[in-house]
T-cell receptor, first 113, second 114 residues
Framework: GEDVEQSLFLSVREGDSSVINCTYT??????LYWYKQEPGAGLQLLTY?????DMKQDQRLTVLLNKKDKHLSLRIADTQTGDSAIYFC?????????????FGTGTQLKVEL | KAGVTQTPRYLIKTRGQQVTLSCSPI?????VSWYQQTPGQGLQFLFE???????NKGNFPGRFSGRQFSNSRSEMNVSTLELGDSALYLC?????????????FGPGTRLTVL
């Protein structure tokens, strides 16, 4: 498809793990990113993964990449109320210079006590 | 280091007017990109400037334009505003835009067109 797809909502309990999924469009995409957006704010870069990697771990965050299925996931361990936000995946296509990110629709994560 | 700054943070205009938004990148960053965020269309790439030249362009009409100055600061202009231009406009900067060079976003300018 043409769109980077994400599920719209995810609700978890505090302390549980959250898994946010993303299906991207271009198998030649070189870098894939996860951004977080809190209400009224811009986008905060959480992590990114290069396309020749399968997994990347950064503290509570684990990114898994399945290139064959063009599937990306973000796992947040020990989810806290401060993690409540909208999470966007984004792909950078091609290997040429320049920045052009194609973003997913965003997943709203709600963390309940 | 100071982050990406955008001015103004909020703006109200009427249809037919034009508007200019400003973005100051992180010191040392030479690439500046602009994105439009709306509830209906999500985040869409507008254009990218690097070394005062437009390097990439999204699928927006010619009413949307931009420029970059020698100090890497960038402005975007929207002429003949339409109601559908109401959005959060986000600016992002990066060192060069190549490879895994990551983009850092500003807080955005919220434009409302009445």
């Amino acid at each position: 498809g043409e769109d980077v797809e994400q599920s719209l909502f995810l609700s978890v309990r505090e302390g549980d793990s959250s898994v946010i999924n993303c299906t991207y469009t271009d198998s030649s995409s070189t870098y894939l990113y996860w951004y977080k957006q809190e209400p009224g704010a811009g986008l905060q870069l959480l992590t990114y993964i290069f396309s020749n990697m399968d997994m990347k771990q950064d503290q509570r965050l684990t990114v898994l990449l399945n290139k064959k299925d063009k599937h990306l996931s973000l796992r947040i361990a020990d989810t806290q109320t401060g993690d409540s936000a909208i999470y966007f995946c984004a792909e950078k296509k091609g290997t040429g210079g320049g920045n052009k990110l194609t973003f997913g629709t965003g997943t709203q994560l709600k963390v309940e006590l | 280091k100071a982050g990406v700054t955008q001015t103004p943070r909020y703006l109200i205009k009427t249809r037919g007017q034009q508007v200019t938004l400003s973005c100051s990148p992180i010191s040392g960053h030479r690439s500046v990109s602009w994105y439009q965020q709306t509830p209906g269309q999500g985040l869409q790439f507008l254009f990218e400037y690097f070394s005062e030249t437009q390097r990439n362009k999204g699928n927006f009409p010619g009413r949307f334009s931009g420029r970059q100055f020698s100090n890497s600061r960038s402005e975007m202009n929207v002429s003949t505003l339409e109601l559908g231009d109401s959005a959060l406009y986000l600016c992002a900067s990066s060192l060069s835009g190549s490879g895994g060079d990551t983009q850092y976003f500003g807080p955005g300018t919220r434009l409302t067109v009445l």
